[in-house]
């Protein structure tokens, strides 16, 4: 049998209380493990939720793969789309950093609407998880590392297209046109 209780103050001054209410009501029970469940979730990690973090680790790498494999096949199709366009644009005299700039600015648009969204989403976890278990409560200051990793992966994605989209001959988009 096992008894939770939730304190507002730290559980550990309230194990002499706990022993002295279970021994009124049957002294005859025996008192093996008082822990807050902090603690027991601590050492449950080691058992059987260190795999599930694993997994959940794993499937998280497999989602940042598949979201910078995204993020590479729309910019690279922006840059497609546009090659006549950045080669007029060249050919008027734009600079490769005009050109950065353009597909830049559509990259990182492209990451701040899908870290927002998986920052609610996130916001939205985390808040059930801790009305449902408070030691499996998260903080909401590891989102910004997390944002900062979808960012950065979304403008590492967009580095090959970006290359090409500076390497457009205006020549060849004119002649294109």
Known sequence: MSVSLRT?????????????????????????????????????????????????????AAGLVLAAIGVYGVVSTFVVQRTSEIGIRMALGATASNIVRLVLGRTLMLGLIGAAGGALGALALLRVLGSLTPAMGGSAGMLIPGIATLVATSLIAAWFPLRRATKVDPIVALRAE
């Open 8 to 60: 507002s103050g730290p559980p550990e001054a309230l194990t002499g209380t706990l022993r002295e209410a279970i021994f009124k009501l049957d002294p005859a029970l025996p008192i093996s493990n008082i822990s807050p469940v902090r603690v027991l979730m601590q050492n449950a990690v080691g058992s059987g939720f260190g795999l599930i973090a694993k997994i959940v680790g794993a499937i998280s």
